[in-house]
Nanobody, 115 residues
Framework: QVQLQESGPGLVKPAQTLSCAASGRTNVMGWYRQAPGKQRELVAGITSGGGTNYADSVKGRFTISRDNAKNTVYLQMNSLKPEDTAVYYC??????????????WGQGTQVTVSS
C-alpha cells in the first residue's frame, strides 16, 4: 500500500511548485488534474530512471522531477494560466507511465489561477 502526501498552494502566483511524498515503493510518479466539468487528465509523469511524459497543454511551462532518495515528486509550474485551474492529484505506481492512472492516488490539492 502506498500513501501519498501532497503539498502545494491554493491561489497561486504565476509560478509555483507542487510536491508529493510517497510512503512505499514506486516506479512511476506523476500528476493528474481535473477541472470543473472536465475529465481527469494526465499532466506529467516521471519514471524512477528520469523518463518523463507531459500533456501537450503544459509542455514548455511545467517541469516534473523527482528525488528517488526521498521518494518525492515535484511539479514546477511556470507561466500559469487560468485554464490550469483544477484539482491536482499526485499518483504513484509500480507500473508504467501509461498505467499510472491505475496506481495510488493522493487526496488532491486545489490550484486556482486568477486572470
Amino acid at each position: 500500500q502506498v500513501q501519498l502526501q501532497e503539498s502545494g498552494p491554493g491561489l497561486v502566483k504565476p509560478a509555483q511548485t507542487l510536491s508529493c511524498a510517497a510512503s512505499g515503493r514506486t516506479n512511476v510518479m506523476g500528476w493528474y488534474r481535473q477541472a470543473p466539468g472536465k475529465q481527469r487528465e494526465l499532466v506529467a509523469g516521471i519514471t524512477s530512471g528520469g523518463g518523463t511524459n507531459y500533456a501537450d497543454s503544459v509542455k514548455g511551462r511545467f517541469t516534473i522531477s523527482r528525488d528517488n532518495a526521498k521518494n518525492t515528486v515535484y511539479l514546477q509550474m511556470n507561466s500559469l494560466k487560468p485554464e490550469d485551474t483544477a484539482v491536482y492529484y499526485c499518483v504513484a505506481s509500480i507500473g508504467t507511465i501509461a498505467a499510472l492512472g491505475r496506481g495510488y492516488w493522493g487526496q488532491g490539492t486545489q490550484v486556482t489561477v486568477s486572470s
